[in-house]
């Protein structure tokens, strides 16, 4: 029975995870991992506005500082504000339990959220809170729409509304579709500060789901010549052994 529902689990919860989409059109991220310089800006981005709430549990900070061009004293001094150590994870303080009452819900680990989300939904969702009176932070989100979040980066983004246009179906019934924002309060980024910044974030978030992705491509294309070379030794091998057989 419990393998039942376990197999259950795994073939509904995809389907979960789409179902949280809804139907804005995802804006596609200009990820670039070997833009240092972003993902530094990213980082710092993620330990001033994010860390509060959201830990990073499998990213170490040494391991950060490595990849991402910074030495561990920068990252003592730039990135840590919770007493860690500069070998330990990227957890935080908030207790879970309080979280929960706090927001309703607990607020997720990040560390893979750019691979079980997906990127373009991350960049999305940065950019998409607006204000919306019915809900208890008096923001709604466009990519994850009733999100428990507040709209944390507004000091940044500042605050902009919704812009609904009507849509009629065949039968006649109408119904209004989340086109775009309108800026009404403006913050201490300009819009296109704002977007950059975004990409930094979700550039970091990236990385952050896959450290090894760099390498990792690296090894591929070193296994790649590696192969292109075996080829043209055992080439004029076999011509070697052949040789005399005709
Ligand atoms: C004040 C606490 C708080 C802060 C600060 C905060 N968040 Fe959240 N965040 C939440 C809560 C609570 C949720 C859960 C929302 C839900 O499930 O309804 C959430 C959800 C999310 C999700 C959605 C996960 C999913 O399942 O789709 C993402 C992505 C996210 N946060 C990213 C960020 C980023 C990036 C920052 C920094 C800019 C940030 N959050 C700052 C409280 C916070």
């Not at 990820?31 to 959201?54: E, F, R, T």
């Not at 109408?174 to 950059?196: C, H, I, R």
């Amino acid at each position: 029975m419990k393998k039942i529902i376990i197999a259950l689990a795994f073939l509904i919860l995809p389907g979960l995870s789409l179902a949280a989409g809804g139907g804005y059109p995802l804006e596609k991220a200009p990820i670039d991992l070997h833009d240092k310089a972003s993902l530094q800006k990213g980082a710092k981005l993620y330990v001033n506005y994010c860390m509060g709430c959201h830990s990073l549990e499998y990213q170490r900070y040494n391991r950060l500082a490595r990849d991402i061009g910074l030495t561990d004293d920068q990252v003592k001094d730039n990135l840590i504000f919770t007493g860690a150590k500069v070998g330990e994870t990227m957890k935080n303080a908030m207790p879970k339990a309080d979280a929960k009452r706090w927001f309703g819900v607990t607020p997720p680990d990040l560390t893979v959220i750019s691979r079980s989300r997906g990127v373009d939904y991350l960049y999305t969702y940065l950019q998409t809170f607006y204000l919306d009176p019915t809900r208890p932070f008096g923001v709604n989100n466009a990519a994850f729409p009733n999100a428990g979040m507040p709209h944390v980066l507004w000091e940044l983004q500042g605050m902009q509304k919704a812009v609904y246009e009507v849509h009629k179906d065949h039968d006649g019934n109408e119904a209004k579709v989340l086109k775009g924002f309108e800026l009404v309060q403006p913050g201490s980024m300009s819009p296109p500060e704002f977007k950059e910044a975004m990409a930094d974030l979700t550039n970091f978030l990236a990385y952050v789901g896959e450290p090894i992705q760099l390498e990792r491509q690296w090894i591929g294309i070193w296994v790649l010549l590696f192969l292109a070379l075996l080829t043209v030794v055992f080439y004029l091998l076999k011509k070697e052994y052949w040789k005399d057989v005709h």
